[in-house]
Structure formats: structure tokens, C-alpha cells
């Protein structure tokens, strides 16, 4: 068994030659089984709201004969109305990496390139490599931390992840709107993927600056990564860009259940409260607990901890803990091969984790 | 309130250049109510088989939590038992939108042009256009049909719905086969989504010709428009070409709910082959109607009927049936602006269609 999907390298004669050398990005394993704790893919250990069980019923379902709305005008009210801006503002896209994808396609051209960190969320270099362009990936500072300098009066469409993955790291408002004021004539694409579990989000800077896209998405804060939304929130002119992508390229792109789904997520704020409250607690927790036990941690400020221990590469930690049923996420990028990023699940999945560790520790330390 | 929704020609300055001219594709309307008879986008009138509103549980809501599998198996795999092929020869898109928008890329570039008819799916020449594709659209034949010479030997990528839309008309196996045969270096494309209401399936021929790719969906005949899924059939290194496409653009294309509602369709047998049975008898009565009210219908392999009457033009008629709470398709095209496409409803929905059609061929009568 394969802790991660690779594509193969099968292709045929017919394969447009520019995709020749492409490498498609490597989700995390979704085993379709409940034999692990899975702590891989940063998904919530909280099941939806009670809304959405409410909102997706047989009534429900069995409409789905009929097409959804390609405007998604409900969903998109509903999220208009959490942010405090206007329906106009607002795209939604099938999972956050389709609202990358079209940005990408929209913005970035032969004479547009774009940039990055070279430790951040992996799609960015793929979507890059698929639509031909220039990318250039900058690296982040010793402590993982990302230069704001490096970003200012770039010449290229800016991407950060913020807060970044797999580091967990924050830029604060300030330091991001110093690259919106230095990069008025691109885009500055702001991933809030994370942002709800102790990030600042820049929507709040939207009315200032006509160059920003922030993104978001449903798969970690509101319990919702199998129903496929994210969403991008930005001035009127850059959302119906987007819609441009979309209705030239699949217009019907959320279907109807997620629709419903995502719009009771939104509605129930206090559901949402209440799972990133227990999240950051449990977070601080487990992240005292590592320390204790010798990591070193980074701060996060997402639903996951990026940690590495003096006595455990990565890659060994991740196998030892995949013996125990436990997955985690390990990359193999140079920089960041000693780390291991570990979603926060509930309290009870965080105890079984500190145990299986203090296991794997003591066994380590027989050998050494 | 408007028939159809028209993207706004607003664009950022942002937007890359070669989108300037875009023109997206413009879906039928999708109402939210159900003040209408809807016989505008091909729905099935049938509710998703029982099996689906059994597979889609609060037990699987509660689920959603969870990334959806980005290989789709448990989908891939009814799909290729039904149709006898390897699992390895299917791949699944968010509605087949997805799939043709995942081919025109793998398959097109700057150097590999594609052609399609002028009369047929509008979005082939939205791909088009998004793609930056030298597209040729080949004149249809005065009847409609498509002249299978024209599309032997032409150096391009082949885009075919068949049964063709909005015509309803159909080519044999045999006659895309020539096309197949006199096009080895290129891509064949038969769109098939309409191909369960009486067209023959191109799927027993992808032994033969590598070049074939064969496109369906579960929104007409399995009474999934709202799940949004689609399907290609084709050789295994087309497939993985088009796995290569959406492991680049967006991996988790595929909901959770949506997997199990189409592996519930495609499982239920019985069920497609009786609303199928019911929509065929149904198409039959309503085209003899029709007829005998002095329309001209076409002969349909589909569950729609392209239908035009000497007194009545296309707009005139659409708009008279929508007064009486009826929306139907028209299509502003020179060639088929006469001419009206009506989807087959229920018994009951057609009766109520050829009543109000009688009323208004009657007041049309007093005015000539």
C-alpha cells in the first residue's frame, strides 16, 4: 500500500508535447476505510453542522434530477452576508483548487508570470507548469518565516498561502497590504485556506486595494472537505473575470447538494465557533505536549502543527506512525524532509497520537 | 426576468489579454422555483433512481467531513462493469462539461487545431476560444445531417455529438467508424450524451481505434443533472492523459454525495431502462402530435424533439409558452432560429404543452 498517489507516467501519442514533463500534483491518501486516524489531508475531526444534515435530504436529493444553479446565487448570498460584502464579490468555486485553477488561467499568461514561496501549498507549481508560465518560487527565510521584501514591487502575480502550509506560519495584514500598495498592476492572490484557525484574513482590505483575491474554502473550518467549496472574495471586476473562466469552462460546476450543504456550513455560526474554539485548544494542547516530548514546533496558526524531533527524521516518524494506524503528512522537499505536518484531530485522537510517539521515542532511543 | 443568463462584458484590467473577445457559453435558465414546466435543458422528468435517495444518507452527510476519493473508484468501477471495460478506461468529471473542457486541453494546442459542425453543443466553440484553438465549424448539411466525408481525413481533432443537439439526429456506428479510420493521428470525440434515447453507442469500438474517446453523462438519462458527473470512455492512455489534466487542475473533482449517487444510478438497471422505455413512448405520442398540429419535427434519437412550425417563428413560440408558464429552448443561430428544441417531459407535461401550443397556433391563425 502507497502512503501517497502517484501518477503514472503513461501517456499517449496524443498528449499536447507541452504537458511532455508535467507532474501533477499528489493529494494526501484518502483511505475509503475508517481503519485510521487520519491526520493527513488537515480535514476537520468534526462532522458538518447540523444544518447541513438538516438541509441535504431525500426531498433534496431527489431534485437532483434537475440542474443546479450555475449562478449559485444562494450559496453565494449566504457567504456575502458572513463577510459583510456584496453577493457581486463573491465567487464559489468546486473546492478551493478550482478557484486557483481559474485565477491562474485568467491572470497569469506568456507575459504574466507569477510567484511564490518554494515552501507552500504544492498545487501553486503545478497549476503553473499546466498553464506554461513563469514561475518563480522564492524561498522562505531560515525560520520558514516569508520575506515580505522579496514580494514587494515584484514584477508578477503574488500567491501566499496565509496563514502557509505546510509551516503553519502567518503574515500579518500589514505586512500583506506593504505587497498589495508595492504591486498595484498584479494580482496579489492571498490563500486563506487556514486563516480561520488564528490568522487575520484581508478580506477587511478589499474596498482598498483592486489588485487582491483572497481565497478561502470549506474543507477545514466548516467541516466540509467531501462536499467540494471553496471561494474567492474580491472586487466585482476580478469576480466576474473569474466567472469568465467558469462559464467558458464549466458552468454548472457546484452541484446541488453542495450548494445546500455550504449554505447551511455559512449560516450555523455558532457550530463554526464551537469547532475552531475546541481546534485551537486542542492544538495548544498537543503542540505543549511535543515540546515536552523534545519537537520542535512551529507556530501555528492553522488546524495543523509542523514538527520535527531531534532523534526522528520525518520520513521514519510517518512510517512508525503509519504502523500504528496513525497517518500523518510527510514531504520530500529538501528544506523540509525532517518535518512532519500532523492535522489536529479531536482530543481523544491527539492522546493516541502523544502515546504512539512516546512509543516510537523510547524504541528510537534503545537504538541510538 | 430573463430567458437566458448573459455574462457582463465588464472585465478587470487584470484579465489576460487573449480573453478580451471571450464570449462564455450562455446555460438555459435554471429557475429556483417551480412555477414552470421545464422542457428548456434536457432533465430528466424522472426523480434519481430510489437506490440513490437510499445511498444518499445522513450517515454519508455526516461524512462529508472527509476528502471525496480523487480516484473515484467506487464510481469508475460501476461505471466500467456496466459497459464491460477496465476501470482503467474511465475517467470522471464534475458533469461532462469537465471532461470535454479537461480534453480540448490534453488534446489541443497551437498546433493541433480541432473542428465540430456549426449546429451542435455551443460549448464546443467556447473551448475554443478559452484554449486559444484554431477551430473549424463545418457547415451541417441543408437537412441538418452531418456529411461523414467532411470530417474523413481533416487533419484536426473531431468534436461529434451524436445524436447531435439541438438537431436530435444521429450518425451510425458505421459511419463514425470512417471517421475513426481516415483519422488515426488525430482525436475522435463522440459526445454521447443523449445516446441511451435511441442512438448507438460508439463504447464497442474502443477496442479498435486508440483514437476514440467516447463522452457521456448521468444528467439526461440517469436523472442526475444536479449531482454534476460526467464520464469518458476510452483507451487506458487517454484516460491517464486526462487523469494527468485534472491531477494538474483540481484532483478532488468529485464530491462525496455525487459518488454515491451516481454508483446508485448506474447500479439500478431496471430503473434507466424504464424511465427510459417511459421517455422514448412518450417522444413518440408527443412527436405525432405535434406533427398533426403542422410542425415540422426531426427525427429524434434524444429527450428532446427540434420541432418548427410555418406560422409560428422559434422566438414567437418560446415566448407564447413561456406566458403560459412553460420554458422551452431557442436558439438565436440563423440556421435554427425557426426552429424550437422541447425537452420530453412526463405524459402530463406534454398533454399541458400541446394545449397551450393549440391556443397559441389558434390566436396565431385569427391574426394571419
Chains 1, 2 share one sequence.
Do not use: W
Not at 496524443?14 to 483511505?31: C, D, H, K, N
Not at 475509503?32 to 433534496?60: H, R
Not at 452576508?81 to 453577493?87: A, D, K, N, S
Not at 527565510?141 to 498561502?161: I, T
Amino acid at each position: 500500500m502507497h502512503p501517497t498517489i502517484k501518477r503514472e507516467v503513461l501517456m499517449s501519442r496524443f498528449l499536447s508535447e507541452r504537458f511532455a514533463e508535467i507532474e501533477p500534483y499528489t493529494p494526501g491518501e484518502q483511505p475509503q476505510d475508517f481503519d485510521y486516524i487520519k491526520l493527513n489531508t488537515n480535514e476537520s475531526p468534526y462532522p458538518p453542522s447540523p444544518k447541513v444534515l438538516e438541509a441535504v435530504n431525500a426531498e433534496e436529493t431527489a431534485k437532483l434530477r434537475l440542474y443546479s444553479d450555475p449562478e449559485v446565487r444562494q450559496l453565494t448570498q449566504e457567504i456575502a452576508e458572513f463577510y459583510g460584502v456584496r453577493p457581486t464579490q463573491v465567487f464559489v468555486g468546486n473546492g478551493s483548487d478550482e478557484v486557483l485553477a481559474f485565477s491562474f488561467l485568467a491572470f497569469c499568461d506568456a507575459d504574466h508570470p507569477v510567484c511564490f514561496p518554494d515552501i507552500t501549498y504544492g498545487f501553486y507549481k503545478v497549476f503553473a507548469q499546466l498553464f506554461c508560465l513563469d514561475a518563480q518560487q522564492i524561498p522562505l527565510q531560515e525560520d520558514f518565516s516569508v520575506r515580505v521584501e522579496d514580494y514587494c514591487d515584484c514584477g508578477r502575480m503574488v500567491v501566499l498561502a496565509n496563514p502557509n502550509a505546510p509551516t503553519g506560519l502567518s503574515l500579518s495584514t500589514d505586512q500583506i497590504e506593504r505587497i498589495l500598495q508595492t504591486n498595484p498592476d498584479h494580482i496579489v492572490l492571498i490563500d486563506e485556506a487556514y486563516v480561520d484557525f488564528g490568522g487575520e484574513s484581508c478580506i477587511p482590505l478589499l474596498g482598498r486595494y483592486p489588485n487582491l483575491i483572497v481565497v478561502q474554502t470549506f474543507s477545514k473550518s466548516r467541516s466540509l472537505a467531501g462536499a467540494r467549496l471553496g471561494f474567492a472574495v474580491a472586487s466585482e471586476e476580478l469576480i466576474e473575470d473569474l466567472n469568465k473562466m467558469k462559464f467558458s469552462f464549466n458552468p454548472y460546476n457546484i452541484n446541488r447538494l453542495s450548494i445546500l450543504a455550504g449554505t447551511a456550513a455559512m449560516n450555523d455560526k455558532a457550530y463554526f465557533e464551537q469547532c475552531r474554539e475546541e481546534i485551537l485548544s486542542t492544538r495548544s494542547k498537543t503542540k505543549a505536549a511535543l515540546e515536552q516530548l523534545g519537537f520542535q514546533v512551529l507556530d501555528s496558526k492553522t488546524n495543523f502543527l509542523f514538527v520535527r524531533h531531534p532523534d526522528l527524521s520525518g520520513d521514519d516518524y510517518t512510517r512508525q506512525l503509519r504502523k500504528k494506524s496513525i497517518l500523518v503528512r510527510h514531504f520530500s522537499q529538501t528544506r523540509i524532509k525532517n518535518y512532519v505536518r500532523i492535522t489536529i484531530g479531536t482530543p481523544k485522537q491527539m492522546e493516541t497520537l502523544l502515546e504512539a510517539t512516546k512509543e516510537i521515542l523510547a524504541i528510537r532511543r534503545q537504538e541510538l
